[in-house]
């Protein structure tokens, strides 16, 4: 399935376009805590080489200097060594030996557990000695607390020092939920590739003798109403439509509808926003319906394995689960869809889930050299045709499927409140309980976590460091 990415998406843009826009709403969101494992980070842009795109700035204007054999370390939870297995790797590697030679350094990867990551960064840079030189985080793991505490540096000064131009280098969504109090602090692969949808069981639905999906998509019927008309029809004997947790539906919900929990530009909370109100309600009748395997909607380690069984027809997931679950379910035609249109928006979203990129950590020396180098190591021809191209192709047997997770891709939406989850996060999940096992109303579940909400919003706001 070797094609060129303008062949790839000329039958699908015919047929359907995904709006952004129209879903209003806010624009951050980190998927933390149980609604996705850390393995989830690395999906989102694993430290693979710029596209093409991004060439013009990483060739131009050289700089000369002498490192005196420093080493430079980056860092992040998975290896980032590249493995010389693809062109793009090989170049990687000649790249670094080249420059290492040129400016008399080393160039070093460390890996750190997720869970350490922060904590590693943060004492290293209050004792003096910053552990590496580039450090990838989360935007939850950088904002608030590392960015308002002056941890990790706005590199805004030296992308300008290393005479790189921002909108070139840095793909336009890194840029938006890397920024903070108006400056940038992150980095990532341009372009940035991930999406997130329904993936359902084709192999099922034909046996069911249900409509594809994806017609309900094509004819603009996709809607949550549909969602659930679907998932009721497909749970039969021991068939079920759904394996999703209450959390990370919710989620889902609130992207799909242009919602959020909170206003960040307007610094207010937002439960009782209309919008949001109908995510929350969306998810409580859902949860609540029996459309469900036994227990999963209840456990956020159980919706992947019962997806994998073969008998539940919609799964919501991101991009990095579903080359996975691909290997897993074997010859199973395995479909994508995006995650229906909620009664307030009128195109369709995909939640990014948790947004990551590299940083620099304040006193690393020579800041503006380091992403210099950086940018000469991985300036490198793209391996995939177009972004994406490997695991699509590599997931999905059907074209249609491969077009509308490359829309997905292009329609990317966070959540806010996600930032704050380290401050209000017993809160957060003690909503959720009341809202589906308690089947307490929105405003009931609600109410007395506005001000935490709120609270949480104010006192980071006066903590920030100028």
């Keep these: 399935m070797n094609r060129t990415k303008k062949t790839l998406l000329l039958g699908l843009t015919t047929a ?10 806010g624009n951050n969101n980190n ?7 850390p393995s989830a980070s690395p999906s989102a842009s694993a430290p693979a080489s710029p596209s093409a795109e991004a060439s013009p700035s990483a060739s131009a204007n050289e700089m000369e200097f002498d490192l005196g054999g420093r080493t430079i370390t980056m860092a992040t939870w998975w290896d980032a060594t590249p493995k010389g297995d693809t062109e793009s790797s090989k170049k990687i590697l000649q790249n670094i030996a080249d420059l290492e030679k040129q400016y008399n350094f080393k160039w070093k990867f460390e890996q750190v557990d997720y869970g350490q990551i922060v904590e590693k960064t943060s004492s290293s840079v209050l004792a003096g000695q910053p552990f590496a030189d580039i450090v990838r985080l989360e ?13 990790v540096q706005p590199i805004d000064d030296f ?12 793909d336009p969504f890194v840029i938006t939920t890397s920024t903070f109090n108006g400056k940038l602090y992150g980095w990532s692969d341009n372009p940035y590739f991930t999406y997130a949808g329904v993936l359902y069981n084709r192999t099922l639905l034909q046996k069911l003798g249900m409509k594809d999906l994806a017609e309900y998509v094509k004819d603009g019927t996709w809607t949550w109403d549909k969602f659930k008309e679907v998932a009721a029809e497909a749970t039969q004997g021991d068939t079920y439509g759904l394996a999703d947790f209450s959390g990370n539906f919710l989620d889902f919900a609130l992207i799909s509808n242009g919602a959020d929990l909170i206003d960040l530009a307007g610094n207010k909370q937002a439960l009782d926003d209309a919008k949001t109100v109908e995510a929350l309600q969306f998810t409580q009748d859902v949860i609540n319906s029996n459309i469900f395997p036994k227990g999963v909607q209840t456990d956020w380690q159980a919706p992947g394995p019962a997806f994998r069984k073969g008998n539940v027809l919609m799964y919501d997931a991101f991009n990095w689960q579903t080359v996975s679950v691909k290997q897993d379910m074997g010859d ?14 009128t195109g369709y979203s995909a939640n990014a889930g948790g947004p990551n990129f590299w940083t620099i950590p304040k006193g690393v020396k020579d800041p503006e050299k380091v992403l210099y180098l950086y940018r000469k190591i991985y300036d490198v021809p793209a391996d995939d045709e177009y972004p994406g191209q490997t695991s699509l192709e590599s997931t999905y047997t059907n074209q249609q499927d491969i077009d509308m997770a490359i829309e997905a891709s292009k329609n990317l939406r966070v959540l806010n409140y996600k930032l704050f989850m380290s401050i209000y996060s017993n809160d957060f999940y003690g909503m959720v309980d009341d809202l589906t096992v308690q089947k307490k109303s929105p405003a009931a579940a609600t109410e007395a976590r506005k001000s935490v909400f709120q ?12």
């Excluded at 992308?159 to 840095?170: G, M, Q, R, V, Y």
């Design 332 to 345: 199973v035609d395995i479909g994508f869809v995006p995650f229906p249109k909620g009664p307030s928006a």
């Design 139 to 151: 935007q939850g793991m950088a904002y608030p607390g590392l960015v308002n505490k002056g941890i």
């Design 159 to 170: 992308l300008a020092a290393s005479a790189t131009d921002k909108e070139t280098f840095i």
């Design 455 to 466: 609270k949480a919003l104010d006192d980071t706001a006066a903590t920030k460091v100028e």
């Design 31 to 37: 998927n933390a805590s149980p609604s996705a494992s």
């Design 16 to 25: 359907f376009a995904f709006s952004l826009t129209a879903c209003g709403g």
